[in-house]
Structures are given as C-alpha cells and as structure tokens.
C-alpha cells in the first residue's frame, strides 16, 4: 500500500521503555510494523473487502474506526464503487491520519471518503451498513467499550454489519501463555529480536488491553446483535462478524 521503512523502533536498549504512542516515528514504519506483528493482518483486511462486498448498501455509510493509513478503507472502497456509499476514516493520530490522507489520494476513487480526527467513542454513526473496528477497539478503555458497541448498534442499518479484529486473551493462563509464545515465535520468524518483542510488549502491556473471545460476544449480545461469531483466528489474534 505505500513503502515499506523498516520498523526498528525497539531495537536499541531503551532503559525505561517509553508507553506506546500512534506518534510520526510510528506512522513512517507502521506497515511494516503491522505487518509483522500481527498474524494474518492481511488475511483480515482483505476479508473486510469481502464483507464490505455482502453487506455495504446503496447510499450507506462505512466506517473505518481507528483507521491509521487507511488499509481497511483501501480494501472496502475497492469492492462498493458505484453504490453512492461514503466512507467515514476516523483516528485520534493526527500524523496518522495526516498520511492516511496522501495514500488516499494517490488512488483515485469515485466513492466519497471524509477523514474524522476524533477519538472513535466521540463520533456520531448513522445510516451504517459497514462498521469496520480493525485491531483499535482494544486500545480504547475498558469501561468505554459497551457503550461505543452499543452506539454503533443504534447507528447500523438493519442486516448492517460490524467487524472487530482485536489481539485475544485466553483463559486458562497457561492457554493464554501458550499463545502469547506462539505469537512471539512468529515475531521472531519476522525478524524482530529478543530485545524487540520485549521492549514493545513493555510499551504496548497498558496500553492494548486485550479481551477473550466470550467477553466479546457477550458484549456484542447485550448491545443487541442478533448474530455475533468468530470468522478468523491465528494464535492470540482473531476477527469477529456480527450482524444487526
Ligand atoms: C488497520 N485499522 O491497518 N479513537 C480513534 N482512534 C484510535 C483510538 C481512539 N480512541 N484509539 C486508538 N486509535 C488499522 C490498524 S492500529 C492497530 C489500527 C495497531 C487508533 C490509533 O491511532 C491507531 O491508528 C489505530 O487506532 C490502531 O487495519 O497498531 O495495533
């Protein structure tokens, strides 16, 4: 999607490692960083192209919440050109969005596509069809979650679709240790070193809290999906489908 900068941001001892932020210094190595570190990433977001394909209605909006430089945004709007939809991209990173706005641009689209520098929890959605959370709602407080689902809920079309791609927890602990080390085995076959994966697990631990897979449908149950499962997972990192 635009060039690849090595992600070496970890790779120096950093004494007290810094809390993790969606800063410039990330933004310039954020593909590849992602890449890297997420199995099947790309799996995800084509597959949200997929979804985007059944589900995005004529003169609907999506939404691309936590958008970062636009990959799920650039998979939707491959797949719905022609159907008078707009795509709403929203991220709280202004650097992020920033360049988010010059890839967009570089791939000319006759869909409408507005870029939103708001925190996701603050913005309205309405006449939604698609609402695509890819590995963001993580990062927002526990305690704002319910009701971030939930306004979505209220904002999706009827047969509209959500999509929530998160890192996982699992219980017992010895599961989620176990998959906790799976995915540092695929970091390391990645390139990252030893000293990599433990200083951005340091940077990360507070800041990407993540959830079980039964925490998640219960949630989206309660906010009153009628359908909400699992499509995909590697290790201690999956997606889910649910639909209104
Ligand atoms: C992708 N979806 O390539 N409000 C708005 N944005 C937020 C918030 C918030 N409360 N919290 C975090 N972000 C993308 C990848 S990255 C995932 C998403 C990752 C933004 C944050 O600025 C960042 O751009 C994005 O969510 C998370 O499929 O880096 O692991």
Redesign the pocket.
């Known amino acids: 999607m635009t060039d690849l900068k090595r992600d070496n941001l970890f790779a120096r001892p950093l004494g007290k490692t810094p809390k993790f932020v ?1 800063d410039q210094a ?2 310039e190595v ?2 590849d ?2 890449q890297r ?2 199995p099947g ?1 790309q799996t ?2 084509n597959h ?1 192209g997929e979804l985007a394909d059944r589900f995005v209605q004529t003169d609907s909006h999506c939404y ?9 945004t650039l998979a939707i709007r491959d797949r719905i050109e022609g159907r008078g939809a707009t795509i709403y991209a ?4 202004a650097p ?2 920033d360049k988010c706005a010059s890839i967009l641009s570089s791939q000319p689209s006759s869909t409408t596509t507005k870029l939103i520098n ?6 309205q959605i309405s006449n939604a069809s698609l609402v ?5 709602l ?4 526990l305690e ?1 979650r319910s009701a971030l689902i939930s306004n979505i809920y209220h904002g999706l079309n009827p047969n509209g679709c959500l999509v929530i ?1 998160e ?1 996982l927890h699992f219980e017992p602990e010895a599961l989620n240790r176990l998959l906790n080390e799976l995915h540092h085995q695929f970091k390391r076959e990645q390139g990252y070193s030893d000293l990599e994966i433990s200083q951005k697990r340091d940077s ?1 631990e507070e800041v ?1 809290v993540p959830e079980t897979l039964g925490t998640h449908i219960e949630r989206l149950q309660s906010c009153g999906f009628k359908t909400a499962s699992p499509w995909f997972q590697c290790y201690n990192f999956g997606s889910l489908v649910a639909i209104k």
Not at 90 to 93: C, G, Q
Not at 138 to 141: C, E, L, N, S, T
Request: hydrophobic share 50%; proline share 4%; with cysteine.
């Open positions: 969606f990330v933004v954020f593909p960083m992602i570190s997420i990433y995800i977001i949200s691309d919440l936590g958008c970062s430089l636009g990959a799920s929203v991220d709280n990173s992020m969005l708001s925190d996701i929890c603050e913005v695509v959370l890819n590995f963001t993580q990062f927002v407080p704002q791609s890192k990360i990407l």
